[in-house]
DNA sequence: CACGATTACTTACGCAGGCTAACTATATAG
DNA sequence: CTATATAGTTAGCCTGCGTAAGTAATCGTG
């Protein structure tokens, strides 16, 4: 299975660094805007969790895009300690106008390509997208359960 | 061409947040240590090149990496100017360390899976890789290029 | 119902890693 | 021999991540 993680790191590393400009926003933050908008208004630990981050590094990303008028906080009306994290228009717009952009910018590198090429990696992108995405969930959970040992031991200790 | 620019960007954020841990390691750190082991001793301006990273970054990355005892610089002896990044035993070792770690993980996940989904898995990345890596040669030079018209613009201005 | 524990979140601080602008030192062209 | 170009570094700023320690609200239990 080695060659499989050679595979995906090389590959990720590529991606990363030679095909997606980030266009002011982390990947972080894009997968926090992408995520209110597909799930509706979420609070800051949901987001956290969600995206493997610390709840106050998520706290940060929160008020560096609320500066940015990208989001919003609204009380949460059922517990007065949390916020729940909306997109603004602007949010709404940006994240409209990156994901144009990003696919400009790949879709004019796979012109550069022979035909097959293109044919084949779609075909492998569909074949190992839905894949990862399991992977990438395991590992997610197998993580969360990490933390809750580690947590469920400071408390015993 | 849509949607392999889309399955692209999902997974690599997906590999990238859940996947790899990075021990340590940035991921530019990590593509220099390994350009250097794969190609011997590299100028920082042809590191930084490579890794589409301005030259003070790289600068800084060599210091850091040096600190760490990871690399070592010796002058170039055709231009007293330049200098030479090579790695150092621990460089290597700490490369063959976090290589064999990265495996184990994603070996580890993979065992989740049905036999199936890792089969469908290699045959996809051992496709979409060689792929990936013309694409992202492809970036890399026309990056290159504006940045090299930038340049004449300023002279000329 | 009151008070300790838990939960949601923020603040404070430190480090990595990226950038640009401005510097030094060497090399090279005219 | 001077002017310019090139290789690197330094300085200063920002994001983005982490941990430790705080505040405020809620819950659970005697």
Redesign the pocket.
């Known amino acids: 299975m080695d060659d499989i993680a050679d595979a995906l790191d090389e590959m990720t590393g590529l991606v990363l660094r030679h095909l997606t400009g980030r266009e002011g926003?982390?990947?972080?933050?894009t997968a926090c805007l992408s995520r209110i908008q597909h799930e509706g208004p979420l609070?800051?630990?949901?987001l956290a969790a969600a995206e493997?981050?610390?709840?106050?590094?998520?706290?940060?990303?929160?008020?560096?895009l609320e500066r940015q008028g990208l989001v919003t906080?609204v009380d949460?009306p059922d517990?007065?300690?949390?916020?729940?994290v909306a997109l603004t228009g602007s949010g709404r717009a940006l994240l409209a106008d990156r994901h144009r952009n990003r696919r400009h910018r790949i879709t004019e590198l796979l012109a550069t390509l022979p035909a097959g090429d293109t044919a084949t990696l779609r075909l492998a992108m569909h074949a190992a997208l839905p894949v990862v995405r399991r992977l990438a969930e395991t590992a997610r959970e197998a993580r969360a359960d990490t933390v809750r040992e580690a947590k469920a031991e400071t408390?015993g200790a």
């Open positions: 926003l982390s990947m972080t933050a609070r800051p630990t949901a493997s981050v610390s709840q106050p590094s998520m706290s940060q990303l929160i008020q560096r906080r949460d517990d007065k300690r949390a916020s729940l408390a």
